[in-house]
DNA sequence: TTCGATGCAAAGCCTTTGCATCCTG
DNA sequence: CAGGATGCAAAGGCTTTGCATCGAA
């Protein structure tokens, strides 16, 4: 992620007639840079380190805001809670089946996703989304 | 999905000590040949016409429990519940933004995903997830 | 007869919603 | 000032769990 995230969405939030409070300011923060894929709850755990009175509805408010500027991409990678993603390119992302990290990974999607002809007649593909799972380097060698 | 899949758990139950109950074997009779991949509450509204009582946690055991013997996966399409598709093969899913509808595409997975060196080097994959969201031809054939 | 399966209800989680209050613009 | 944002609590929806009873083997 380039550096500038949290002034670039603090400026569309005001684009958009949207309020810049200091809970989203910390939010944005906490977003920015950030490859862990944090939970809803993984960030406000985080966030109210700076701001303890924070609510789980406003970091769930402000992610759904955030949703629809396409200024963070909800992953369901896992099956009980969402994860959230700044990083708004096309990626993959992989999973390990042993610590549940994810992983972003780059690769041309074009190409790594050969959409068949047959199906393309079929049906309009509008957004791939892969998901790998298997082990991470940290779990394989730390099981080997 | 080929003939015999709900004759084909049954054995496979018994072999691992599990019990045949009427309830599992209208599930599985619900399952077999079923490409419109299911949510818990679909499987126990369909059951229900045939056996009035079944109870919800029945649906949902039997489901994990034929998902632990692979006889059944599980897809994380929708974020609101779980889908079951009791074809296990590897194949994509398609899940069109309108109807919502969730189509198999059948393709050769490694040839439609490259895993790139450089991402193989650094995690071993076990499985690759491809999900194509877009619109379906009934759909796009509506909308035009 | 045995031990897993069932059914019911309650509890658990994640997420959404309602509403009075707050505060940015 | 006005209207969106916040915080709190309650409600919602999907899933899991506990437990007494049932029934397949």
Known sequence: MRKGYTQRVIARL????????????????????NTSHPSVEDIHRKVCRAFPTISLATVYNTLDTLEQLREVQSISVDPHRKHYDPDTRPHHHAI?????????????????????????????????????????LNCSTATA
């Open 14 to 33: 005001r684009e958009q007639g949207l309020k810049v409070t200091p809970q989203r300011i910390a939010i944005l923060k906490h977003l920015d840079g």
């Open 96 to 136: 390990c089946s042993h610590c549940h990290s994810i992983q972003d990974v780059f690769a041309d999607l074009a190409s790594a996703v050969r959409v068949p002809t047959a199906v393309a007649e079929i049906f309009r593909v509008d957004e791939t989304t892969v998901h790998l799972r298997g082990v991470c």
